[in-house]
């Protein structure tokens, strides 16, 4: 008897007759002798509708009360499992965030889990029962329901495996494992039998949202096997496995694209000590997560231009707050473009191979693709690029570093 974890994304759980299916999916889990404990998405598209109700209500509406509309997707959702698996003969009942509880930070929409009581559901388990939890949501010290940010019931899932110590923990969505890159924007992409957590976590931190990124951190901090699966074929998926685990390995594991950043350009800005500070405190005050930064080497008059990418959303906030500290900056001028995309190739061989960026820059050029911004990790290479090409560029570096299928081969 083993004790899994199964996570059901929001394509999944789309209607009652996919339900239906999922629910039969665990039914032979159960039937072969496991523990199950389910963890789920809202209905595709749901919690979007959601986010958008309260935007309506408020563009500004309080953190607290948004968390209470955007959670409830999935609290539907693991009403109407229960009762699928119990209508299937699976005995079966809903664990809400509060119930279990899933203890979080009191962060607002972006809540982080500080830790599961498991006890109930061990014992629900041990009884022979389906645990449905509600992926998505938990709840702070001061009784209120959080939201771990979006795509956060892969964290739920990961996290509750690790509390309950399961021996899996199964992502079922609607592509049937990791690829070298998002098989919708490159037919080509193969699918990767296993990929270390490392790749996982550095793609995924790029644009890879087949798992969210915290997800990927837990999973390898507190070592739960995941695994990630179709919820519409039986296929073999793709295990996420250590990197000593026995793997033949690519140079590249994958390339990601990333259409939520937008980029600032400060024009004009005096080249002396304490400048970048000048820029980056207040908008780090104002929690902006910068990501790319490139500064210009100065020009003869002693100025220079600072270049940086913001989460898109918050372009509105980070110009709002360089227009304060113009006093402290003296800049010329604020350039701001939402229209770009980051394009980022990921791979643990690049820490042995050197060439790998220049292959990029290379397949890049050869397309007349402007490069505008580049960053680097020990196992990534991104570039920012302009949001028209996002498509071609993921085309030309996935056949550039060698990833495409043969032809005529589906993954
Ligand atoms: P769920 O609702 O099941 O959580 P998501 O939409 O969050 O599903 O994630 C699955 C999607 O991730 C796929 O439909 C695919 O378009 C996208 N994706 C992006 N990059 C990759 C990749 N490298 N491999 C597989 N899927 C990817
Ligand atoms: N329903 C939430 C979202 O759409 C969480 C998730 O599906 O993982 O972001
Ligand atoms: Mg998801």
Redesign the pocket.
């Known amino acids: 008897m083993a004790r899994i974890v199964m996570k059901f ?4 759980m789309a209607g009652i007759e996919r339900i239906r299916g999922v629910a039969a999916r665990i039914g032979r889990e159960v039937a072969a002798g496991n523990q199950v404990a389910v963890v789920v ?1 809202a209905m ?1 598209g749901e919690t979007d509708r959601l986010v958008g109700f309260c935007r309506e209500a408020s563009p500004l509406a309080d953190p607290r009360e948004y968390d209470v509309v955007v959670a409830a997707g999935e609290q539907v959702t693991a009403g109407l499992l229960a009762i699928a698996l119990q209508a299937a003969g699976v005995p079966a009942r809903s664990w809400l965030g509060w119930q279990l509880p899933v203890h979080s930070s009191a962060a607002h929409s972006v809540a982080r889990i500080e830790g599961i009581e498991t006890d109930a559901v061990v014992a629900a388990m041990a009884r022979g029962e389906v645990a449905v939890v509600p992926g998505f949501q938990g709840v702070s010290d001061d009784n209120r329901v959080t939201t771990l940010g979006r ?1 956060g ?2 964290t739920s899932a990961v996290a509750l495996a690790a509390a309950l110590k399961a021996d899996r923990c199964d992502i079922y ?3 049937d ?8 924007i490159v037919p080509r992409a193969r699918k990767l039998a296993r990929i270390t957590y490392e790749e996982m976590l550095e ?1 995924a931190s790029v644009g ?3 798992l969210q990124t915290r997800s990927v951190e837990l999973a390898m901090k507190e070592k739960v096997k995941v695994q990630v699966l179709s919820s519409f074929t039986d296929a073999p998926g793709t295990l996420v496995v250590d990197e000593d685990e026995d793997m033949e390995r690519e140079l590249i594991a ?1 390339v ?1 694209y990333d259409k939520n950043e937008a980029k600032v350009t400060l024009v004009g800005v005096p080249d002396r000590p304490g400048v970048v500070a000048a820029i980056f405190g207040p908008l780090a005050d104002a929690n902006v997560n910068v990501d790319m930064i490139v500064q210009n080497i100065a020009k003869g008059e002693g100025t220079t231009d600072v270049t940086f990418t913001v989460p898109r959303t918050q372009l509105p906030l980070s110009l709002d707050v360089l227009a304060k500290s113009h006093g402290d900056i003296a800049y010329a001028q604020v350039l701001s473009d939402a229209a770009v995309a980051k394009i980022s190739v990921v791979g643990v061989g690049m820490r042995s191979h050197a060439g790998v960026a220049v292959t990029m820059f290379r397949a890049l050029a050869d397309r007349g693709i402007n490069i505008q911004a580049i960053t680097t990790s020990e196992i990534k290479v991104s570039v920012l690029i302009s949001e028209e090409y996002v498509e071609l560029a993921v085309r030309v570096l996935h056949s550039a570093y060698g990833l495409d299928a043969p032809e005529g081969v589906a993954a």
């Open positions: 994304g929001g394509t999944s998405s595709a795509g019931s892969d969505t609607d592509v494992g990791v690829y070298t890159t998002d098989p919708r793609l890879a949202k087949v994958g990601a």
